[in-house]
């Protein structure tokens, strides 16, 4: 991976400047030789495109947590600025704890506090353990107190978590993840931009300015357009359905309609004023470049400032 130039600003303060949109791509942690090679390979083809950060997922045990620590380390080592996610699953408070210490002591400043879902996801209900943390809001006060210099993000849903229905409650637990320290939040992948606003509309009419960063994937085959409702609650619209189920057996064509409507998605959430776009790569590179560039030469103002 060939090193980038990376201040030290945080992607607060990034965000507090006014300037072009913020770019930034999520990776998933290597789970063999082959996924390294992979990942690697993408983000080395990702990297020309200069994110202004990338973020690591964290997995459900302790062997996935080690590569995502690895992971981290090396990109930060490459000069990425780099998000480590942190969840709450299976973990005490102390080992919370040393988690964040183990992220400060490889350079990550930047944790993404997310509470994580039992192994049933996010419609089973949550068993906090007793030695361990309720929701994402404590995780966020444990991040800033064990390091008070880490810049904290969070999770947020415009098409409404899975297990809450109830909007208005989505919209004051951000706010509190806010109140509790958090300086940006990164969507959970949605089609539909009306979501988006109205969650951002609800989030400023509590008073809370933080910055939410939308959350990107392109469909790129027919069996996602499932998956995203099976593990997200996703909401892919019916007209855009409708058109992949027509060509749903030439995977060139359903290729086409999914990344000309994240094109068409990322164009609309820049015009309504989003922060950035934070694109989820699940570890490849083509989608993700050919997307970006089809929304850089639609929008060329806005990168170019
Ligand atoms: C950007 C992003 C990155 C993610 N990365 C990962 C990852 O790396 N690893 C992973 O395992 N999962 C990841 N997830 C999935 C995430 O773990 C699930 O979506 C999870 O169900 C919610 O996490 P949260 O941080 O929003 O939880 P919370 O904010 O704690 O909310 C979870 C649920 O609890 C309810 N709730 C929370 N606080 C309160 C309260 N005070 N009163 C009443 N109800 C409350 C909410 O309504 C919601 O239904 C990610 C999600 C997003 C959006």
Redo the contacts with the bound molecule.
Sequence with gaps: MQPSKTSTATIADLLARPGRPLRSF?FMPPRSEEDVYRLWQATDSLVPLEPDFI??????NGSNRDRTLRCTRHMVASGLRTVG?????SQSVAELEQAVCDYRDAGVDHI??????MPGG?TEP?LARPDGL????E?VRLVKRVNPQACV?????PDG????G?LD??AR??A??ARAGASF????LFFIPEHYTRLVARVRALGCDIPIIP?IMPITSYGQIRRFGDL?GTDVPADLVARLTRVADDRAAVREIGLEAAAQLCCRLLDEGAPGL?YYTLNRSRATTELHSMVRDRRPQLWDR
């Design positions: 999520e973020s690591v997922t964290y997995g459900a996610h942190l969840t709450c699953v993404l506090a997310i509470r994580g879902d996010a949550w309720a929701n994402a809001t995780l993000g969070v999770g947020a849903f978590h899975p297990a809450s109830d409650l989505d637990i951000l509190d993840k939040a990164i969507t959970q959350g997200s934070h």
